[in-house]
Antibody, heavy 123, light 107 residues
Framework: EVQLVESGGGLVQPGGSLRLSCAASGFTFSDHYMDWVRQAPGKGLEWVGRGRDKANGYTTEYAASVKGRFTISRDDSKNSLYLQMNSLEIEDTAVYYC??????????????WGKGTTVTVSS | DIQMTQSPSSLSASVGDRVTITCRASQGISNSLTWFQQKPGKAPESLIYAASSLQSGVPSKFSGSGSGTDFTLTISSLQPEDFATYYCQQYYMYPLTFGGGTKVEIK
């Protein structure tokens, strides 16, 4: 069964840091681009960023709202994706989803989602 | 950034109704569009990719169409389990962007 399981969420003060993890199973993780998407309470979905595969240099893309503060990385040997979040703001409060991109270079869009992990930024 | 505009933002429908949701992109995105369904407290699930291709395991009552800037998601016969919020998303260009969502409620 294809599965993504996020962890690492919690309560953090403004200006603080948090590292989210996503454990993948049931598919060849190293072949896929992987994304983070978030959803603030009662709001819609917001794309956070993407980590490309080794064949594409493990390069990354970010939404403007997080660029320079968040960093996506991956460890293919552990089938894991990470989101390092620094300089957290109250507006970063959300459920964070780990999402698989399907097809070559993500050409078929996002297909598999984890259950999410909740990040709350509050003093 | 490409803006994705969904309409309506909400609708009320009865079991058995045919429902159509529209998504418009602020510029052409070819067919690089996905539709998701999200139920309260749950993660989204992919229904349609490449504008009109059904994800594996998704019932055929769901269909998508469109290309360029205008897209539709149709539910042929609404069932109780279909009451949810639906989102479109373009993956033609970074940053990937979502529509604001359409909440489908029971009439």
């Amino acid at each position: 069964e294809v599965q993504l399981v996020e962890s690492g969420g919690g309560l953090v003060q403004p200006g603080g840091s948090l590292r989210l993890s996503c454990a993948a199973s049931g598919f060849t993780f190293s072949d896929h681009y992987m994304d983070w998407v978030r959803q603030a309470p009662g709001k819609g979905l917001e794309w956070v960023g993407r980590g490309r595969d080794k064949a594409n240099g493990y390069t990354t893309e970010y939404a403007a709202s997080v660029k320079g503060r968040f960093t996506i990385s991956r460890d293919d040997s552990k089938n894991s994706l990470y989101l390092q979040m620094n300089s957290l703001e109250i507006e970063d409060t959300a459920v964070y989803y780990c999402v698989r991109a399907s097809g070559r270079r993500g050409s078929y869009g996002l297909d598999v989602w984890g259950k999410g992990t909740t990040v709350t930024v509050s003093s | 950034d490409i803006q994705m505009t969904q309409s309506p933002s909400s609708l009320s429908a009865s079991v058995g109704d045919r429902v159509t949701i529209t998504c418009r992109a602020s510029q052409g995105i070819s067919n690089s569009l996905t539709w998701f369904q999200q139920k309260p407290g749950k993660a989204p699930e992919s229904l349609i990719y490449a504008a009109s291709s059904l994800q594996s395991g998704v019932p055929s009552k769901f269909s998508g169409s469109g290309s360029g800037t205008d897209f539709t998601l149709t539910i042929s016969s609404l069932q109780p389990e279909d009451f949810a919020t639906y989102y479109c998303q373009q993956y033609y260009m970074y940053p990937l962007t979502f529509g604001g969502g359409t909440k489908v409620e029971i009439k």
